[in-house]
């Protein structure tokens, strides 16, 4: 498959255009972010191992029934994928009180949630991607009903299927954020990626922090940090 034009520059990744028009390729970037874009910098080798991680676990994803935009991975830091329109909602899962939360409720970061939480945010960088519920993406039409019931359903099962994964790692996954699309024949899929950028790892027993809030509160070894997920995961 031909690499073609630049479709898309995002702020983790590119995506291309190919020579099929239902596919395009995506390039998983060094950049980092945070804020919303207001902290920048650079993580050596993130690129490499949230493209790797990623659909390492879009694989595992997709062996246990979730359909994801998950087609081939072409090298280190390029992956096939379906081409889809991507629902505008971050949709966000919670099972221990972290970030945000922690802010909003005033709950100490650490405090386990005795129900799973799913929260959604319009992807707006503009507006600062703000929380909305099932009203507001009513009325804006942003996805249907029965697909938003699909996105719960099938966010919840993520969780499941994740959270028993990272517990056999030693890791608590403490929250993450996904994306759906829907591919040029309807179907709703998951999308974007899932690795240390989008996701709280905290090791088990020693409770270190192993993800992407190590750049956001400037907590050293982040590198490290993203070095030791793809080890747990793929004993690398
Ligand atoms: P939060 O506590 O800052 O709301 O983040 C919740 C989870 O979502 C956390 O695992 C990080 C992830 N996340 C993203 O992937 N992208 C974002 O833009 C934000 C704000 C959070
Ligand atoms: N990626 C997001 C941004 O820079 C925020 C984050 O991951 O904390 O906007």
Known sequence: MKKL???????????????????????????????????RGSI???????????????????????????IEEI??????????????????????AAGSLSKRLGLPEGTPLKRTVIEYCYKNDDLGDPMVNEYHIAAMEWVSKPELDKIA?????????????FKGLSIDLVDFKLEFGITADGELVLADEISPDTCRFW???THEKLDKDRFRRDLGGVEEAYQEIIHRLMGE
């Open 75 to 96: 090298s280190d830091r390029e992956t096939l994928v379906k081409k889809v329109s991507i629902v505008p909602l971050e949709v966000i899962v919670r099972n221990i």
């Open 5 to 39: 034009e630049q479709l898309y520059e995002g702020k983790a990744k590119k995506v291309f255009a190919t020579d099929d028009p239902n596919v395009v390729l995506v390039d998983y970037k060094d950049d980092a972010t945070a804020f919303n874009g207001l902290k």
């Open 153 to 165: 359903a099938y966010a919840l099962k993520i969780n499941d299927l994740l959270r028993k994964y």
């Open 203 to 205: 090791d088990s027993k």
């Open 44 to 70: 050596a080798g993130k690129g490499v191992i949230n493209n790797r991680v990623t659909n390492f676990l879009m694989q595992m994803l997709e062996k246990n029934g979730i359909p994801t935009h998950f």
